[in-house]
């Protein structure tokens, strides 16, 4: 299956500052799915994006499905420590397609 | 705790072994996967199963054989490895295959000397 596009690849912000992270794909999605895996852990699933143009928040993290169903994001508001590790976008369809994530890391 | 319990969490093994990676899920799912990672690529996914029937094999080489007796138990049996088979493997399951979210167990670390 086709990987969908995540950047950055490497994200390094001091604590409280805003994170953004980008996923592409060149064709339509089904949906998407964010994973994030701390250092030395496992990835864990976070949530699912299905409907053109969804917006979900969790607490300080807010997803994004794109209108057109090619692209999604997760922003992150006011970083804290806890947030270090790699975000996951993953590709739904027939099986998962996992991309390279962006590595988070903070400056306390 | 996630569920899915992988067994061990660290292996070295020389070349010439045979050894086996062992993963248990506690959820119900139906579906279990095998994945490694790598340092420098992205989560692959090696096998699937569902209702312990094998769907996919992601062109992994034969001194990789899984083992899925039941849908709560999923093996990995290794022999003849090679060095850069060392990596992270991790086991993960899901109520059906597709699109279902999907929950990890912590993974082996496995090295080959």
Not at chain 1, 7 to 25: A, K, L, M, R
Not at chain 2, 39 to 50: G, Q, S, T
Request: glycine share 8%; aromatic share 10%.
């Amino acid at each position: 299956g086709q990987q969908v596009m995540q950047i950055p690849q490497y994200q390094h912000v001091q604590e409280g500052e805003d994170f953004t992270t980008y996923c592409n794909s060149s064709t339509t999605l089904s949906n998407i799915q964010w994973y994030k895996q701390r250092p030395g852990g496992h990835p864990v699933f976070l949530i699912q994006l299905v409907k053109s143009g969804e917006v979900k928040k969790q607490k300080r993290l807010t997803f994004q499905f794109g209108e057109a169903k090619k692209n999604s994001s997760l922003h992150i508001t006011a970083t804290q420590t806890t947030d270090v590790g790699t975000y996951f976008c993953v590709r739904g369809a027939q099986k998962l397609v996992f991309g390279q994530g962006t590595r988070l890391t903070i400056n306390p | 705790e996630t569920g899915v319990t992988q067994t061990p969490r660290h292996l070295v093994m020389g070349m010439t072994n045979k050894k086996s990676l062992k993963c248990e899920q506690h959820l119900g799912h139906n579906a279990m996967y095998w994945y490694k990672q790598s340092a420098k690529k992205p989560l692959e996914l090696m096998f699937v199963y569902n209702f312990k029937e094998q769907t996919e094999n992601n062109s992994v080489p034969s001194r990789f054989s899984p083992e899925c007796p039941n849908s709560s138990h999923l093996f990995l049996h290794l022999h003849t490895l090679q060095p850069e088979d060392s990596a992270l493997y991790l086991c993960a399951s899901s109520q059906a295959t597709g699109n279902q979210p999907q929950h990890f167990g912590d993974g082996t670390r496995l090295s080959i000397l």
